[in-house]
């Protein structure tokens, strides 16, 4: 049961245009969402991260949307550049005593082109 | 330099052999996890623990083992119950207060012959 999950393996942008990453979720109990960056042979670095009680948090040319009644987010980036070429993993957290146990989505693949 | 400390980055190890992964935190955090990563997935749960001497089976405990016996440590065994091995493995840690922001170590891959 794919509890969080991110439909498109991979994504293809020009430099400096937007790139948007999309994630959907099923559990009603996840109040907490994080992005994760990660490059080949690396550990995952945070990127951003939204609570339940927003729907949009920015940092710098980073933000995060939240829908909570669609059960969906998304990452937005802008301008899009080469070195934001990775994975980008959606993770949750149902909080509680949960806090800090992730369940992540498959990742979506970026590539942005020069 | 705070952070996260995992040992070895590459491993081999035969089939039918336990190996253990080593993970070390300076970070004073509380809560410690493993999680496994395979080709074009997710990164899934092992085993996870939110104070020492005490720890929780995740999505894929199966054919692995952990302990706690130190705040900055969380060893993970990969015993050879564990039908594929093979993979990516990832270390974490968070505070646990209020606070859901995991930091991962860099990861060691194990591949199983």
């Known amino acids: 049961d794919q509890q969080v999950k991110q439909n498109s393996p991979s994504l293809s942008v020009q430099e400096g245009r937007i790139s948007i990453l999309n994630c959907d979720y099923t559990?009603?109990?996840?109040?907490?969402f994080l992005w994760y960056k990660k490059y080949p042979a690396e550990g995952p670095t945070f990127l951003i991260s939204?609570?339940?009680?927003?729907d949009k948090n920015e940092d710098g040319r980073f933000t995060v949307f939240l829908n909570k009644s669609a059960k969906h987010l998304s990452l937005h980036i802008v301008p899009s550049q080469p070195g934001d070429s990775a994975v980008y993993f959606c993770a949750a957290s149902a909080g509680g005593t949960s806090y800090g146990k992730l369940t992540f989505g498959q990742g979506t693949i970026l590539t942005v082109h020069p | 330099d705070g952070g996260i400390t995992q040992s070895p980055k590459y491993l081999f190890r035969k089939e039918g052999q336990n190996v253990t992964l080593s993970c070390e935190q300076n970070?004073?955090?509380?809560?410690m996890y493993w999680y496994r990563q395979d080709p074009g997935q997710g990164l899934r749960l092992i085993y996870y623990s939110q104070i020492v001497n005490d720890f929780q089976k995740g999505d894929i405990a199966e054919g692995y083992s952990v302990s706690r016996e130190k705040k900055e440590s969380f060893p993970l065994t990969v015993t050879s119950a564990q039908k594929n091995p093979t993979a990516f493995y990832l270390c974490?840690?968070?505070?646990?207060?209020?606070?859901?922001?995991?930091?991962f170590g860099q990861g060691t891959r194990l591949t199983v012959v």
């Open positions: 974490a840690s968070s505070s646990g207060q209020g606070s859901s922001e995991a930091f």
């Open positions: 970070l004073n955090h509380d809560a």
């Open positions: 559990n009603s109990m996840f109040d907490y």
């Open positions: 939204i609570s339940s009680i927003k």
